[in-house]
């Protein structure tokens, strides 16, 4: 199972950071990702990480993502900087089943950008 | 990158019906595409891969088809779990992309 946590608003020009609790298994054993969906709208890839450190982002968003990997909390986390509203949006956090398909997802945690 | 376009936006079916849904790729990515399921509220949840391989528990109603460019999400009797929106997803080619979405509802 996956666990999002984090704020909930955030204000333009901030840095937006979530935080995934994997349980049920080990972080080490697979790619963990992060989808978001701005409300009424469809799913936009962000980015993934492997806990040795392999990684890969989505090039609308790479300039301001970062994507992390904590072993010892088998937790992963996102941080996605200079906020805008357009960054308003539900943010899952995913396995990423072979660096292919997205299972299981997350519950998603809306995060709003607004002063 | 990969532009995913599916269709139709808006599929309207009477429960028991056949829904057929489309999803075409800008360029050909071989059978690297899946397809997920998202109610109200809740998070996609994935139903098929390999454009064909039905995810773990998923009912035998949902059966997935195509290669290259064109790819179908059939669901051969629609129950009411099933009135949702659903989403085709490309794993050829990064950055991964999905469709914009086509939303089976009630007739």
């Known amino acids: 199972q996956l666990q999002e946590s984090g704020p909930g608003l955030v204000k333009p020009s901030e840095t937006l950071s979530l935080t995934c609790t994997v349980s049920?298994?080990?972080?080490?054993?697979?790619?963990w990702s992060w989808i978001r969906q701005p409300p009424g709208k469809g799913l936009e890839w962000i980015g993934y990480?492997?806990?040795?450190?392999?990684?890969n982002y989505n090039p609308s968003l790479k300039s301001r993502v970062a994507i992390s990997v904590d072993t010892s909390k088998n937790q992963f986390s996102l941080n996605l900087n200079s906020v805008t509203a357009a960054d308003t949006a539900v943010y899952y956090c995913?396995?990423?089943?072979?660096?292919?398909?997205?299972?299981?997802w997350g519950q998603g945690t809306l995060v709003t950008v607004s002063s | 990158e990969v532009v995913m376009t599916q269709s139709p936006a808006t599929l309207s079916v009477s429960p028991g019906e056949r829904a057929t849904l489309s999803c075409r790729a800008s360029q050909s990515v071989n059978s690297d595409l899946a397809w997920y399921l998202q109610k109200p509220g809740q998070a996609p949840r994935l139903l098929i891969y390999g454009a064909s391989t039905r995810a773990s528990g998923i009912p035998a109603r949902f059966s997935g088809s195509g290669s290259g460019t064109e790819f179908t999400l059939t669901v051969s009797s629609l129950q009411s779990e099933d009135f949702a929106v659903y989403y085709c997803q490309q794993y050829s080619f990064w950055p991964r992309t999905f469709g914009q979405g086509t939303k089976v509802e009630i007739k």
């Open positions: 049920g298994g080990s972080i080490t054993s697979y790619y």
């Open positions: 995913v396995r990423l089943g072979s660096l292919n398909w997205f299972d299981p």
């Open positions: 990480m492997y806990y040795r450190g392999s990684s």
